[in-house]
């Protein structure tokens, strides 16, 4: 008697999206995800700072390596990517007034990542050395992008320089549906190899390529903080990413 030919791997993945996908879910599982007529892949715009001007700031060694990994992962998930290299701080205000008008009608969400040197309060270095806001510059103009209501807006910072940490306090104000992720927790550095990347960027491109067709987003980065903080304590030192979120739905990557 012969048996039926079990199924491949990518067959079995193919399976597991139908299985998974928004057809069969149920609305009453509080789960956000892309309506049919939704078809333009997300957009994902990486500001990455890894030269500075006058050197008044170590080139980022490996922040390429990081971007590579960032571009792999999520082009699997059918991301578009949108690589700025080197802005200042006035590119970096150009861009994401350009992003404020943009129509994001057709995007299930939008995904902000930026890798740079960090400090205090959120600050992100800009390539021309001045800083940048990452609440007031980056998140806030997002709000008032009416085609981006409602949809979730990621940012993910990689930040780290000698003693400037990136810093993960809490606002006053909180419109929702947004989620901050930081590569360290105030008082914690951020470690970047250069022939590797950031250990957090590394994990998390790692952790969507296993987790992302069956977990939520703040699940596989609940996976990212714990699998960084016992890395890097196993290798002697101590990284601690963490997240700050205004979301109400889980969101898929599916």
């Not at 006035?90 to 992003?99: C, D, L, N, P, T």
């Not at 930026?114 to 510059?137: C, F, P, R, T, W």
Request: aromatic content about 8%; proline content about 5%; some cysteine.
């Amino acid at each position: 008697m012969a048996f039926p030919r079990p199924p491949k791997f990518g067959e079995r993945r193919m399976m597991l999206r139908r299985q998974l996908s928004p057809e069969t879910l149920s609305e009453a599982s509080g789960e956000l995800k892309p309506t049919p007529t939704i078809s333009a892949p997300r957009l994902i715009y990486i500001f990455n700072h890894e030269t500075f001007k006058n050197d008044l700031h170590e080139p980022r060694a490996g922040s390429e390596k990081d971007v590579q990994a960032l571009r792999k992962t999520f082009e699997k998930l059918q991301c578009q990517i949108i690589e700025i290299k080197d802005p200042t701080l006035a590119a970096v205000k150009e861009k994401i007034s350009e992003i404020e008008r943009k129509n994001f009608e057709q995007q299930s969400a939008l995904i902000i990542v930026l890798l740079s040197h960090g400090g205090e309060n959120e600050m992100i270095v800009a390539s021309d050395n001045k800083e940048y806001s990452l609440h007031k510059d980056v998140l806030l103009p997002l709000f008032k992008n009416e085609t981006l209501k409602g949809k979730p807006k990621i940012l993910i910072a990689q930040a780290c320089k000698g003693e400037l940490e990136a810093d993960a306090t809490l606002m006053k104000h909180s419109p929702n549906e947004y989620v901050k992720c930081f590569s360290s927790t105030e008082g914690f550095k951020s470690y970047r190899r250069a022939s590797e990347g950031s250990l957090y960027i590394q994990t998390l491109c790692k952790c969507m390529d296993e987790l992302a067709i069956e977990k939520d987003f703040l699940s596989i980065m609940d996976e990212v903080n714990l699998k960084v903080d016992k890395d890097s304590s196993a290798k002697g030192y101590r990284q601690l990413p963490c997240y700050t979120k205004a979301i109400s739905k889980k969101y898929y990557f599916r």
